[in-house]
């Protein structure tokens, strides 16, 4: 298309093309500032038992505190991190800062605490994985079945029979394993009864309608059924209301995470929030809901 429009159109074309690729050239070299100078925080969202009311862990959500754009959210830096490779060490810092805040929370709260971890496909496929987190398992003497490892079924599908083998090695380790954004990935559900998987965490845009939407509903109430079938636990991402709690409640859903109850935060914030926790039935009153 440049080519029919003349000359000045396709310079002008190459021209905004050098210009994006010396700006991602640019962000490229400040994300390994970044890693450099440890600009990396990582944030944790509570997880909570919908049934006790009680938290049951957090999910690691990693931020960028660039000194150029403020906090930056990882929708705007991983992809570019998968792209150059960067998501390798970022994800090895993400995974051992959460795993290390993992072991403090022990002792802030008396009862045990999971960690989720996001992964990505770059991070899943890498040889050194199993290598890499056996030993910071062994490097903090942490119980490895606290973590728990956030996979998207896009990133586990394309190579089915090496990710049994990887998910099966990761469960020898100890590791709980779940699929994260799970309904988004349009792949066969057979993969449910072949890996090892624990936990299937409903994508926030089947929850985010509900109790409204009937065809939400029917979807989510179907997850629910299908995952206790095959044995695995479910959490409810994107809870951001009460009558979403509510009917997640009645119907049977294990566990929740959402505005509702906390935004991701800063370690500090999280501990405050263990010292004086929440519980669900009785900020949310449970009597709307059935009994169980
Ligand atoms: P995700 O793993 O599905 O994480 C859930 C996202 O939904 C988080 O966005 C969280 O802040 C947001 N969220 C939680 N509750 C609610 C709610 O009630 N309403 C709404 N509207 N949103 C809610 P965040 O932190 O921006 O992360 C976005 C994605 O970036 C994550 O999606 C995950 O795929 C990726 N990510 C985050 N941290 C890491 C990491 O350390 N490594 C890798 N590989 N990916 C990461
Ligand atoms: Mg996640
Ligand atoms: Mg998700
Ligand atoms: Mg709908």
Sequence with gaps: MAKNQGRNNYRFYTSSANAASAARLNMEHKLRQALEFEQFEVWYQP??????????????????RSPDFNLVPPAQFIPLAEDTGLIIPIGEW?????????????????????????LSARQF????????????IADLSMNPS??????????????AEDTIETLKALKKLGMQISVDDFGTGYSSLSYLKRFPIDTLKIDQSFVRDIPEDEDDCA??????AMAHNLKLAVVAEGV???????FLRNYDCDYVQGYLFG???PAADFHQL???????????????????
Excluded at 276 to 284: H, I, K, T
């Design 47 to 64: 997880r909570f038992d919908i049934r006790t009311g009680q938290i049951v862990g957090a999910e690691a959500l990693v931020r960028w």
């Design 219 to 224: 979807l989510v109430t179907a997850i629910i």
């Design 240 to 246: 951001e209301t009460i009558e979403q709690l509510h």
């Design 146 to 159: 606290r973590l728990e490892l956030e996979l998207t079924e896009s990133l586990i599908m394309p190579n």
């Design 274 to 292: 263990l010292k004086n926790p929440l519980n669900l039935s009785e900020q949310f009153g449970y009597s709307y809901c059935y009994p169980l």
């Design 125 to 136: 496929v890498q040889e050194d994985l199993l290598n890499s987190i056996e030993k910071m």
């Design 94 to 118: 993400v995974l051992r800062t959460a795993c290390q805040e993992n072991m403090k929370w022990q002792s802030i709260y008396p009862h045990s605490l999971n960690v989720s971890v996001n």
């Design 263 to 265: 935004k991701p935060m």
